[in-house]
């Protein structure tokens, strides 16, 4: 089972929403399968150029891994030479900052992840979160 583009859609629009709504700087937003593919990329106007890599990034490396940011923060602080190897392996699009979300139905099944980018990273991964309620599913941090 994926993530369908029209909740895909319904996640970017809420989380670019959310960010406005707060006073975030410009966002970028990218929702990927579990494949890793990208079903919605949104970048808002004022967000720079870079920015569609990092929320792709953020979003690829929690599938990559298989694990949270947090996780892999955690990961990266006690051995930064593995995480180091890896974001090399990966082409350097793997993340260990808040931003990148697992997104899952409500009976647990892997649906996806959303990478967002462009404020602070809570506010990223906040922004994130709105998104993923708004299309009535459930979103994965690590910080439940």
Do not use: W
Request: proline letters at 3%; charged letters at 15%; glycine letters at 14%.
């Amino acid at each position: 089972m994926t993530i369908t583009l029209e909740q895909a859609q319904t996640i970017a629009a809420a989380a670019l929403g959310h960010g406005t709504e707060k006073g975030f700087n410009p966002l970028t937003v990218a929702v990927l399968d579990p494949g890793g593919a990208v079903v919605v990329l949104a970048r808002q106007d004022g967000s720079g150029y870079l920015r569609p890599d990092l929320a792709i990034g953020k979003a690829n490396g929690v599938l990559a891994l298989g694990m949270t940011n947090r996780a892999i923060a955690a990961r990266a602080a006690d051995s930064p030479e593995f995480f180091t190897s890896v974001a090399n392996l990966a082409g350097g699009k793997i993340f260990s900052v808040p931003g990148g979300v697992f997104v899952k139905d409500a009976a647990g099944t892997l649906l996806g992840a959303v990478g967002v980018t462009g404020d602070a990273s809570l506010n990223d991964e906040a922004a994130a979160l709105a998104g993923i309620e708004a299309a009535g599913l459930v979103a994965v941090t690590g910080a439940e």
